[in-house]
């Protein structure tokens, strides 16, 4: 089956730097892909949406300069959190639809980020 | 706009017992339905889905889900639960027309099967 890592698992930060987060589709190629954010408790919250070769769409309320996500290949997005605060400690996992469109969206296992 | 709803935070069943896990859905045109189990600190991991055909949809340990157009809801359920399925659901959905639109998810439900 299709197959979504991430990296890093977990990372701890100090306020105010930056956090890169990977997104991989390991056995097939995702034309787009989804970052969404989770807080403890509760349900998956969609950040944006971002498509190979071009921007991303961001949902209202996710600041755009805050959370850059490129999608530079079709194997891989990234999401960087930057100069990160408290606030911003959550669960992020990312999400990848394949070339054809499947109707599935495959999952990341998540990375845990806690800003200090 | 497309909606999930999961009216239950929490479902208690002892083990043995048949569960059931509600959702109910709102879309624009027809869904493309799933659900999802989430054990703690991990992704997602895929359950079952309907897409067209066959009501009852049997997805992977033992679960099964209803699709009911008339009463937009598609109940995950399992015959007999276990303590190990003790964890988070998720039910999504995403219209069939929509492209390359995402999932949208339901708040969770945290399903407790006790020994």
């Known amino acids: 089956g299709a197959v979504v890592s991430q990296h890093p698992s977990r990372v701890i930060c100090k306020s105010g730097t930056s956090v890169k987060i990977e997104c991989r589709s390991l056995?097939?190629?995702?034309?787009?892909m989804f970052w969404y954010r989770q807080f403890p408790k509760q349900s998956l919250m969609l950040m944006a949406t971002s498509n190979e070769g071009s921007k991303a769409t961001y949902e209202q309320g996710v600041e755009k300069d805050k959370f850059l996500i490129n999608h530079a290949s079709l194997t891989l997005s990234t999401l960087t959190v930057t100069s990160a605060h408290p606030e911003d400690s959550s669960f992020y996992i990312c999400?990848?639809?394949?070339?054809?469109?499947?109707?599935?969206?495959?999952f990341g296992p998540g990375t845990r980020l806690t800003v200090t | 706009a497309q909606s999930v709803a999961q009216p239950e935070d929490q479902v208690n069943v002892a083990e043995g017992n048949p569960l059931t896990v509600k959702c109910t859905y709102s879309?624009?045109?027809?869904?493309?339905l799933f659900w999802y189990v989430q054990y703690p600190n991990r992704g997602l991991q895929f359950l079952l889905k309907?897409?067209?055909?066959?009501?009852l949809v049997k997805g992977s340990y033992g679960f099964e889900a209803e699709f009911n157009k008339s009463q937009t809801s598609f109940h995950l359920k399992k015959p007999s639960a276990l303590v190990s399925d003790s964890a988070l659901y998720f039910c999504?959905?995403?219209?069939?027309?929509?492209?390359?639109?995402?999932?949208?998810f339901g708040k969770g439900t945290r399903l407790s099967v006790i020994a």
């Open positions: 879309v624009s045109g027809n869904p493309y």
């Open positions: 999504a959905v995403r219209d069939i027309r929509g492209g390359n639109t995402p999932l949208v």
């Open positions: 999400s990848a639809r394949d070339r054809q469109g499947s109707d599935e969206q495959y």
């Open positions: 309907y897409i067209t055909g066959d009501n």
């Open positions: 056995d097939f190629q995702a034309t787009t």
